[in-house]
């Protein structure tokens, strides 16, 4: 899940974070992130909630939780306590990502 949350909030790989590895920008392909079936209706919740965070003067503090009853519904979300926890870590992993030049 981390990885899904990585996908959405982390910026392109450089030629130079690619070199390394003897990967181009041309071999790196961001349209394809595999997402477990058993995660699939929490990532697509996290999906449509992606443009839901709370945000104040140090940037994004979290996701508006109002929402996810109404788009669990909306998705058809039968087990909705695992797909909140779900839904938390990759969250935790989002702002991690977002706020990581903060931290650094």
């Known amino acids: 899940m981390i990885a899904v949350a990585s ?9 130079a974070d ?18 477990w ?3 699939w209706p929490s990532f697509v919740v996290f999906q449509a ?7 104040g003067m140090g940037g994004a503090s979290g996701l508006d939780y109002n929402v996810l009853p ?3 519904r909306l998705h058809n979300v039968s087990d909705e306590v695992t797909a909140l926890s779900d839904i938390r870590i ?3 992993a ?3 990502i977002m706020h990581k030049e903060r931290v650094e």
């Open 70 to 72: 109404w788009l669990m």
């Open 18 to 35: 690619l070199a390394p590895y003897g990967l181009s920008p041309d071999d790196y392909d961001d349209e394809i992130v595999d997402v």
């Open 94 to 96: 989002a702002l991690k």
């Open 37 to 39: 079936p058993d995660v």
């Open 49 to 55: 909630v992606s443009t839901q965070w709370r945000t």
């Open 7 to 15: 996908a959405f909030y982390t910026p392109e790989p450089t030629a």
């Open 90 to 92: 990759m969250e935790r």
